[in-house]
């Protein structure tokens, strides 16, 4: 049903190969199992290819995430596994089986769309325990943070076969590339979905050192820049705030303010369209929610209500 693919960073860094070899592990749980790559040549990348019995397409010496559109990886990733969906995600995320729980429900509603979902932050300094009972304990962990992130942010996007051919090359890994993504998603009139009332996924904390002294404004690194250019401006910045649909853990609603916001309410595009957008929100959910069309409050986002 599904192929996942990623990006790695090097193993080298004894929490980054921690928590990578804990996102990939939770990956190989998900029921269908789906069939996981990884890109490229970092120290570590293709041991673990070998000894988890997964694919491994190394890139040119001279690719770097600055340099590497998403929509290259997403073609590779076609010609060498055949699926109805695949996903690119960050290799710090853990993913759980509610993600496929989704995509059946999906399949039958929307040929076209792209499904993003918000992360929890969670503190994890050691391999993780995949026994029975492992999502309910990374629940109880999600709990105890309560930390979801904001709507311009998704470290996961799943899609149906073909559906970014014609994708900005935007690059992956870099600040920007969800958001371009989710305006270019708007332009198809293809449906964005945003699952995380009912899809759990979390990301694994940790330093930006790779980035260096732009490690704290990951919006000037280059690659940053680089997506920004490609969307044509700070305008064209669309966050989950844009979804048409949510996904419930049970159905597909239809989010009405959302589908009405064609603007970017990204906190970088423009600080009055992101309140404005807020307070339209918030003065409209009585109503939508009579309507039965408001956003979906569920277990998991709940909690940061």
Known sequence: MLTLYAWPRSFADPHIATIQWNAIQSWLRLEPRPAVILFGNEEGVAETCSKLGLIHLPLPRSAAPESTPLSHLATQAE??????????????????????????????????????????DVNVTKRLDFGPGWEAELDRLVEA??????????????????????????????????????????????????????????H??????????????????????????CVGGKMHLFTLANATHHYTGESLRRYVVGTLCRWSPHPQASRSLYLLTRALEISTHPFRRALGMATPLTTLNSRSR
């Open 79 to 120: 010609r060498v596994n055949r699926t109805l969906f695949y996903g690119f995600t960050n290799s710090d995320i853990l993913l759980t089986n509610s993600l496929m729980n989704a995509l059946p429900v999906i399949r039958a509603k929307t040929p076209r769309f792209l499904l993003g979902v918000r992360p929890w």
């Open 145 to 202: 943070g309560n930390h979801l992130r904001e709507r311009h942010s998704a470290d996961l996007f799943v899609y149906p076969r073909g559906f970014l051919q014609s994708a900005p090359e935007v690059v992956a890994g870099r600040y920007y590339v969800d958001n371009a993504l989710m305006w270019w998603t708007r332009r198809q009139k293809a449906w964005l979905i945003d699952g995380t009332p009912g899809i759990l996924t979390c």
């Open 204 to 229: 694994q904390n940790h330093p930006y050192s790779h980035l260096g002294e732009l490690r704290f404004s990951q919006h000037e690194t280059p690659g940053a820049h680089w997506n920004l250019q």
